[in-house]
């Protein structure tokens, strides 16, 4: 099993634990995980498996206090990211939750997502 099935049962513990294991939460993501055919291998719909494939300059921006999806998945994605030789940029926000719920977080995500694009984009 490879690190897309690492990745992806990371994040189904993660929603048993802090949900519980018979959540609707838990089921919703185990089956998402799993397909509608319950046959889909986690390594086929995982983000980090397929960074070679990424064509353009990825922002990855996440709450360090975020409580729906733990800030690990991010990082696994900027790691998979760099490794395969793109360009990506992680800014984690502390303080930060799932809703951008602070307005310290919400103009700190503007304002990083501003500079990313003034970088990134060119006039033609």
Do not use: C
């Not at 999806?69 to 930060?96: N, T």
């Amino acid at each position: 099993m490879g690190e897309g099935w690492v990745e992806g049962l990371l994040f189904w513990r993660y929603q048993q634990q802090t949900y519980g294991i018979n959540s609707q939460s838990a089921a919703y993501w185990q089956k998402a995980m799993a397909g509608s055919d319950g046959k889909t291998s986690l390594e086929n719909i995982s983000p980090a498996l397929h960074a070679k494939n990424v064509t353009a300059p990825v922002l990855l921006i996440h709450g360090k206090d975020d409580t729906v999806v733990p800030i690990a998945q991010s990082r696994i994605m900027d790691r998979a990211l760099k490794a395969a030789g793109k360009q990506s940029k992680l800014i984690q926000l502390r303080g930060g939750d799932h809703w951008l719920s602070q307005s310290k977080t919400r103009i700190r995500t503007l304002a990083e997502t501003g500079t990313f694009l003034r970088q990134h984009l060119q006039e033609k």
